[in-house]
């Protein structure tokens, strides 16, 4: 059939159609841009975080003895005297206090090695004098010195010796932080939103509210660390860097997060549920109670979630209220001096030492999976009560 | 009050804000009948059908004046709880809007919250009771623990009954129950309606005239907030006074 015989021929079609394809194709290499700059960002730290999860280890005799008391040095042969953390020496005394039957033993054992030695093995930038080099090659082939599994970083807190440097109090503060900002933001997040939504007025006075909650959403959170310091610090005298001033702070900039998006949730149950709830005779706690928050709670979920997943990466605003303080020792309570997984990033990425580099770049990599655990979670509470209508 | 009679309306006046929605409606509703109120659309008639069970002050910024007299009692008097007054008088909206409960909590939750009935055999015996009142009992017998929300249109329109006779009412209003819904389903709820007129006292809005005529024994005829004409079904629709029902009721406006 010729083109003048088809009814259906359209001569600017073909341009029109050829529009739609371009702006499909801009629409899609958008979205390929920003996957490209993820997967580099993840494999990026991936790579770099990968040695951390290993560390060099040497396997030497410990000697327990008065002497080794006093001065840990001599506990081991003074030719491993570079090869074996200062950290690890420093601790022998307290072994000894706390096991009393070690004392004047000699136990052949596998200790932890210094930072140089370790970043040596693991083909890195390393300071070891090129004797002491050939010396680890020399241990390395008599499998003296291996790299086994980085137990240190996930059992120690922080360190200013790089291979005794490890996660565990930044985790517990940061774990003891989000539970006090959970008890706080989510009753009264979601009080404020059931009132807002379920009890007020629409009148000026909600709509001044509801334009100050918003605002509050987009205040710049270091402001909100000036606001912690000044609330509960100065006028209540809570301690410092503590994981209770932290949540709180947190808590207040969680806060709005919670608001707006359980008012959303809430608006979002039709309102035949609620006449139907009326119309039965049932008074207005029984009805938002008994069929509204239920219909309304994988959305109050999420966004609470959410607002959780964002505090948990928050660093500005405790930075203000000290929680960015050199914790070794993890703080036992909300009282006690503590900081956060984002804060230990923070602290180690401006390190000096080589070793704090993959550090760095795993404590990033265990905040991202605890970041992607939280968000599917929520994924995964939205679909399984999401009720259909 | 004259005897015989169920709910008495008063010079009923209401306004949204500056608009005058209700205009000195005075009626008069007997115990077991069913009266159909009808109107153009905007006229008023869900206005006034939710002005009966005091659901109209959810609405903002709504004031209401004039009486409505239930059992020699003005249910707007002060002293007067709208949320009894929701209980003795149920609803029936146009969109079936089970609770999202199984059907068994659809019909047991108000009961239980009132206090009529407590768990176990007895509230067993009153949602089979409502069920089977409703009609809907065969249907849902075997799947009660079910979602209210996985029947038929029909079937949630029933339950919705089933849920307002469960708190036995005295009079149940309903709005468009049927505009939602199928032929066949709409056959049910009418026989449905012809059933419950023995026990209750139905108000029933609709824009569907043949319904109208079909089921019930008085009309209302509502137009621009006021109430133009009341009467018998048949005098309404076959010999009526005014000029603007006859119009309505053969098709000529609305």
Not at chain 1, 151 to 175: R, W, Y
Not at chain 1, 218 to 234: E, K, R
Not at chain 1, 247 to 262: C, D, E, F, N, R
């Amino acid at each position: 059939m010729k083109k003048s015989e088809n009814p259906f021929y359209d001569l600017s079609l073909k341009k029109r159609h050829a529009k739609t394809k371009r702006f499909k194709l801009f629409t899609y290499s958008s979205l390929l841009f920003s996957l490209a700059f993820l997967l580099f960002f993840i494999v990026d730290i991936g790579i770099k975080a990968f040695p951390a999860l290993n560390q060099a280890y040497v396997y030497v005799d410990v000697t327990y003895s008065e002497k080794s008391m006093r001065s840990p040095r001599v506990a081991i042969d003074k030719k491993y005297k570079r090869i074996v953390s200062r950290a690890y020496l420093r601790e022998i005394p307290k072994h000894i206090k706390q096991n009393p039957s070690l004392l004047y033993t000699t136990v052949k054992k596998w200790v932890l090695a210094d930072d140089q030695v370790d970043q040596y093995l693991k083909g890195h930038y390393s300071k070891l004098k090129p004797k002491d080099k050939i010396f680890v090659d020399k241990l390395k082939k008599n499998k003296i010195i291996q790299l086994k599994f980085n137990k240190t970083f996930f059992s120690n807190g922080d360190s200013k010796v790089p291979e005794f440097a490890g996660i565990l109090s930044s985790m517990i503060g940061t774990i003891l932080t989000l539970i006090v900002t959970m008890l706080f933001a989510f009753p009264i997040g979601v009080m404020t939103a059931i009132y807002l939504e379920e009890f007020s007025k629409d009148n000026l006075k909600t709509q001044i509210i509801e334009i100050n909650i918003n605002n509050l959403a987009a205040i710049p959170s270091i402001l909100f660390g000036l606001l912690g310091l000044a609330i509960f610090i100065n006028s209540f005298g809570m301690p410092r860097s503590s994981a209770l001033v932290g949540g709180l702070t947190l808590a207040l900039m969680t806060l709005p997060i919670i608001i707006v998006s359980s008012r959303a949730a809430l608006r979002g149950v039709p309102n035949s549920v609620r006449q139907a709830g009326f119309a039965v005779g049932l008074t207005k706690v029984q009805v938002v109670t008994g069929h509204v928050l239920p219909l309304a709670f994988p959305g109050i979920m999420t966004g609470s979630i959410i607002g959780l997943a964002q505090a948990l990466g928050e660093t500005a605003p405790l930075i203000i209220i000290g929680m960015i303080a050199f914790i070794p020792d993890s703080p036992t309570s909300i009282l006690d001096a503590a900081t956060v997984l984002p804060a230990q990033v923070f602290t180690w990425a401006g390190m000096p030492e080589r070793a704090y580099i993959e550090k760095t770049a795993a404590a990033i990599m265990v905040l991202l999976s605890i970041l992607i655990l939280l968000n599917s979670i929520a994924i995964y509470l939205r679909k399984k009560y999401e009720v259909k209508w | 009050m004259v005897k015989n009679t169920k709910v008495q309306i008063k010079d009923l006046n209401l306004w949204y804000k500056d608009n005058h929605a209700l205009k000195s409606i005075n009626l008069e509703f007997k115990p077991n009948t069913i009266t159909a109120i009808v109107g153009p659309s905007g006229c008023g008639k869900s206005t006034f059908l939710r002005s009966i069970n005091r659901m109209n002050e959810l609405i903002d910024n709504t004031i209401t004046s004039g009486k409505i007299i239930i059992g020699n009692k003005n249910i707007y008097d002060n002293d007067v709880d709208e949320v009894a007054v929701r209980k003795k008088i149920g609803m029936v909206f146009q969109q079936p809007n089970p609770f999202p409960k199984s059907i068994y909590d659809n019909v047991s939750y108000a009961p239980i919250k009132h206090g009529i009935t407590t768990k176990g055999i007895e509230c067993d015996n009153l949602v089979e009771h409502s069920l089977k009142r409703s009609a809907l009992w065969d249907e849902v017998k075997n799947k009660l623990r079910d979602p209210g929300t996985s029947l038929s249109g029909g079937q949630q329109q029933r339950l919705c009954i089933a849920r307002t006779i469960a708190v036995s009412p005295d009079i149940i209003l309903m709005d468009e129950p049927t505009s939602a819904l199928d032929p066949i389903s709409t056959e049910k709820i009418e026989s449905l309606m012809l059933e419950l007129k023995k026990d209750y006292t139905i108000i029933i809005v609709t824009h569907n005239m043949q319904q109208a005529a079909r089921v019930s024994d008085y009309t209302a005829f509502f137009d621009q907030g006021e109430m133009i004409e009341f009467g018998k079904t048949d005098t309404i629709f076959i010999n009526p006074k005014e000029k603007r029902t006859e119009d309505y009721i053969t098709g000529r406006f609305g």
